[in-house]
């Protein structure tokens, strides 16, 4: 029996990062909040050692931001910081954009219509969360596709910053993305339109970079 093999530390690690990330990324831990280990590792049923992991590797990111033996916390929104990320985040996108499209195959094209779809039904019901899965889950084909993991890492990265300011509009009734631009990515894509989907790509992050001009 195999079953009851001790859990790996760095799953623990990676439990603890990725559910702070989600709530300063959802706002459920706002901008300015002091966080502590104790506290968060007693949330989360976890020891103090893989919480206090989680937290250097998001401030490394940009979500927290500490100082030493005084507090750590979460970072503002700042546009600029944004704008950085979503130009970053954008040009990892063309890459892998440039590279999937031939490889591309009908299964995975019909994944991206299904998650458009799910988007498009989001944004219809207000739903923020669902919205930004979906989206996520729609762009994740051509970057898993590409096989590029320096791009995948880079992207998984830096979007959690433009995803809270993408949350906040949205939140101020703002609009999410557009399931129309993502329409014209799948169609171009399924034509086999490289250069096309790259453009197409491009307007989707320019897009994201205007929202936080507007900020």
Known sequence: MNALRPV????LRDHAYASIRDAI???EIEPGTVVRDADLAERLGLSRAPVREAFSRLVEEGLLESKPQSYTRVTPVVAAEVRDAAAVVGAMHE???RV???????TDLDEMRAANDRFAAAVAAGDVDAALRADDELHDVPVRVSGNRAAAATVARYTPLIRRLERRRFGEGGSCRSAGLHERLIEACAEGDTDGAVRVTADIWHTLADLADAD
């Open 25 to 27: 990324v959802a706002g």
């Open 95 to 97: 890459l892998v954009t």
């Open 8 to 11: 790996p530390r760095t799953l």
């Open 100 to 106: 999937a499209v031939p490889r591309l195959r009908d």
